[in-house]
Structure formats: C-alpha cells, structure tokens
C-alpha cells in the first residue's frame, strides 16, 4: 500500500498540468480508486484533489516571478480562465497572484508527499474477516456532516429525537450480525473530507428478505468480506483511534483493501453515561 501511494504521488507530479486519472492509475497499482482515495486521505490528512491543487500553486507561485503572463501560467497548471486560477492561488497561499507578482510573497507551499511505513503497534487491533451475505440496515436515517474527532453533535441530536420506546422497538427486529443497535455511515465522500455530507442511520442489521416497516429507512448491503475491529474503552475515542489504525497500521500490512459500502459500529456494551463502550467495527472489505 505505501508504495502504491508513493507511486501516485509520481504520476500527479507528472500530470499536474493535465489531470491525473487516479481509477486508471489506481488500476495500474493492482489496486482500487475508491481504496487508494481513502488511504490517501486517511494518511495525508487531505484528499488527493486538494494535495494536487496544493503543488499546482505551489509551482505556479515559482512561475509568478518569471515573465510569463498569468493566462499562460494559469493554463499550464491546468485552469482555463485566469478567475478560475485566482480562486484556487488565494485559496492556497492567502492572497492574489497579483500580490505575489509583485512583491514575491507570502507563500504557503506544499512540499512533495513521500509515505512511509512505521507499525509500532500501539493500538491493539482485536480483527476477524467474517464474508457476509446480503443483509439490509433498517432505521432512522439522517443526513449528517461529517466530524473526524469527537462526538458529532448532529448525530447525538438525530438519536436524541428517536423516542426511547423505538429503540426497544429496533432491538426486537435484530436478526442477523452486525448485532444490536447500530450506527451506520454510508454514502461517504470518497476522499473523506471533513465536512461533507454522509447518510448516518441508526437502526439493525435484517436478512435481506426481510419486510422493512413503512416508517424506517433502508439501507442495501450486498454479499461480501467485512472486517470487524473489536473496540474497548473511552468513547468515542477508543473507537476512533483504533478507525484511524487501520488505516496506518491494518490495511498497509494485510492483504486487504476497502470497497465501496457503509461502515457500522455496533455498540454491544457501554457504561450508563456512555463515557466508556466495548464496540465492533464493520468495514467492507475485499482481497487486495
């Protein structure tokens, strides 16, 4: 996996003035765009569209103090209109290419990624592999930003505004694994990107033949490969250090790659404040 982003951050440094086309790269790398965008992310702590937008105007702020006109260095770092090129400079660096013109700065520049792996092993990574037919996820279903660290305070209101009497309700219809009560994500951003819109359900995992009742939402999961974290500690930062492992320690040293699909967290035993939580964390997963 590292070398499989080392390699792409090559082929951006490349293309940067034409567009990189990462599914065909990622397909070169024997590996998937959607797994390559979420190591990329996870890793860099930005998605691969903003590192590439970064060295754009890192080199066009070098070009800015040649002779070239502003139309040319725009099109050279791939823009078409020199608006679109001053959107993305002071978006960058803070101020116009104007500025920087003539008096040569401030800058911010991105210097060039280059991924290494270090395993210390420092989250304990409790993993099965369980292949999984088609289930669905039923419940209440919200669309929520998305929070990295931290309790989301729209999720918190979403499952505040379910009466507690539903809750029992959902618990009744379990009736395959994931088990329980669950938290669901789907429709992530790919790049997962902090603040971007993603579908939070809460609810429990049915058979896929299951009859969904007419006031709960569905979600459907086809057959496949998850792998389950198990999870003990303070919540919910016991759970998000060991999410954040997996992708610095887990996948880079397992045979195994991300697929499109949502992730889970089924909560199967928690103090009464909710401060401390013994958990299981479900991501889609495929042979890489």
């Not at 569905?218 to 003990?232: C, D, K, M, Q, Y």
Request: hydrophobic share 40%; charged share 25%; net charge negative.
């Amino acid at each position: 996996m590292i070398d499989q982003l080392n390699r792409l951050v090559d082929e951006i440094e490349t293309h940067l003035g034409d567009g990189v086309d990462l599914d065909g790269c990622a397909r070169g790398l024997g590996t998937t765009g959607y797994h390559l965008r979420r190591m990329f992310s996870s890793l860099a702590g930005m998605p691969v569209s903003e590192y590439v937008r970064r060295r754009r105007m890192t080199l066009a702020a070098a070009d800015l103090v040649g002779d070239d006109d502003v139309l040319t260095i725009a099109v050279r770092h791939g823009y078409g209109s020199t608006e679109a090129f001053g959107r993305a400079f002071r978006s960058v660096h803070g101020v116009s290419h104007s500025v920087v013109r003539r008096a040569g700065g401030p800058l911010r520049s991105q210097v060039r990624l280059r991924f290494h792996l270090t395993v210390e092993g420092s989250i304990p990574m409790d993993v099965r592999i369980a292949d999984r037919p088609a289930f669905r996820l039923i419940g209440h279903a919200a669309r929520v930003p998305l929070i990295h660290v931290g309790v989301n305070p729209h999720i918190q209101e979403h499952v505040a505004a379910i009466p507690a009497e539903e809750h029992d309700r959902l618990k009744a219809m379990s009736s395959t694994e994931p088990p329980g009560l669950l938290q669901v994500s789907a429709d992530v951003d790919v790049d997962y990107t902090e603040g971007t819109a993603l579908t939070y359900l809460h609810g429990v995992a049915v058979r896929a033949d299951a009859r969904v009742p007419d006031d709960l939402d569905a979600i459907e999961v086809p057959a496949g490969a998850w792998a389950v974290f198990r999870t003990s500690g303070e919540h919910p930062s016991a759970l998000q250090d060991v999410w954040a492992a997996t992708a610095t320690e887990w996948f880079p040293s397992n045979p195994w790659r991300l697929r499109p699909g949502p992730s889970i967290v089924a909560v199967l035993e928690r103090s009464d404040d909710f401060r401390t939580a013994t958990c299981q964390l479900w991501l889609a997963v495929e042979r890489d």
